[in-house]
């Protein structure tokens, strides 16, 4: 299976569970990788028949942006089901990270992946 992938989108939004962690923003490292078939997209090349990377970076910007999760799991899962509305993707890998939450870690985070049959 083809893949189409986003790779290290960098976004501001709230997520944490303790107080300081929910004052202001932080960063919110967001890896995609969706599976797609582009032999269609190739043929055509037409944009209509290919995952537009940039439409579904700007999605999941600005879900991140306003959601004020409390654990990256949830933010991953929303993620995962923006990424599952999108015509052609069958499965995605969501890796969702907090760079510099834990000393001495350069990032914390959870990846997960999911189908539509999931």
């Not at 932080?26 to 078939?37: P, R, S, V």
């Not at 537009?52 to 999760?69: D, F, I, P």
């Not at 990256?72 to 907090?98: F, H, P, S, T, Y």
């Amino acid at each position: 299976m083809d893949k189409t992938f986003i790779t290290d989108l960098l976004v501001r939004g709230i997520i944490g569970t303790e107080e300081s962690e929910r004052e202001k923003p932080q960063d919110i490292l967001i890896n995609i990788t969706a599976y797609t078939d582009t032999r269609r997209a190739a043929k055509t090349d037409d944009i209509a028949d290919c995952v537009n990377y940039r439409t579904l970076a700007k999605k999941v910007q600005a879900h991140a942006e306003s959601a004020s999760r409390f654990t990256v799991e949830a933010l991953a899962n929303d993620v995962v089901k923006l990424c599952l509305e999108e015509k052609g993707v069958q499965k995605v890998n969501v890796r969702v990270e907090k760079p510099g939450a834990v000393r001495f870690s350069r990032s914390v985070g959870v990846e997960i992946e999911r189908s539509h049959d999931e």
